[in-house]
């Protein structure tokens, strides 16, 4: 299965030309079946208060996802999009997952990253896992990769493939990220956005640096901190289900539920 991602710098608060950015890349670069995009690609990251983003946002099956759908029908792929979800009067930072049918799955951020608070309600359901093409996905974004529950909860529910959308600001995934592919054997895909947004004494630099670890904590594609573009590489998503890590050894058997005393509990001991 060939997987992918798209790094590139979105203009803030312009949904039609980030879609326009897309689709301009999509008709240079050959797309895989399986591409992933970053946060809030549509709309840029920095807003100036939960006003300025409920502009922005939309409800799912508005005009910009139907946007998306029919990029996925053209290029005939699965695309895993960060989405400025409104439902009602809230908002989330959400990651769609698309395909030329509709949509397939949603993901709203569990853990949000320093001002996002401000803006967005915390993801209300859960790590889903999606199956495509006799393959399992699962969404996460971001910040999210700090707690180890998050990915650990998506392999424990048997996910082959994460598709990990980003604006990351700190300058640790990158690296981390052939750690949390280790210690759950899955494949990542990172699609982290590029460049600097700035507006209204806020200052936001991204590092980029998308990436794609294999269940065996190699990198086997990443792209540089500034670079923009399609990126793709072929992968065996079933290497995920393979959870021995010695002979002796099973990621999933020997994990010891019994010991992790307090390990879900909100106050530490
Ligand atoms: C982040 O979670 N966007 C840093």
Redesign the pocket.
Known sequence: MEVGFLQFSPIFGKPDRNLEIIKEILRREKAPEVLVLP?LALTG?TFRNPEEAYLLGEEIGGPLTQELISIASEYKIIMAVGFLEKEGKKLYNSSLLLRGDGIKGIYRKVH???R?KEIFEPGDKGFPVFEVQGVKVGLL???DWIFPEAMRTLMVKGVDIILHS?????PYYQAAAVTRAIENRVYIVLANRTGIEGRYGMRNEFTGGSEVVNPQGEVILKVGRRVEGLFSVNISPEDSRNKNITELNNLLEDRKVDQYEGWDNRQPR
């Not at 980003?166 to 700190?170: D, F, K, Q, S």
């Open positions: 946060e990251y949000l990253f320093y996002e974004l971001c910040f980003a604006n990351l600001i700190l």
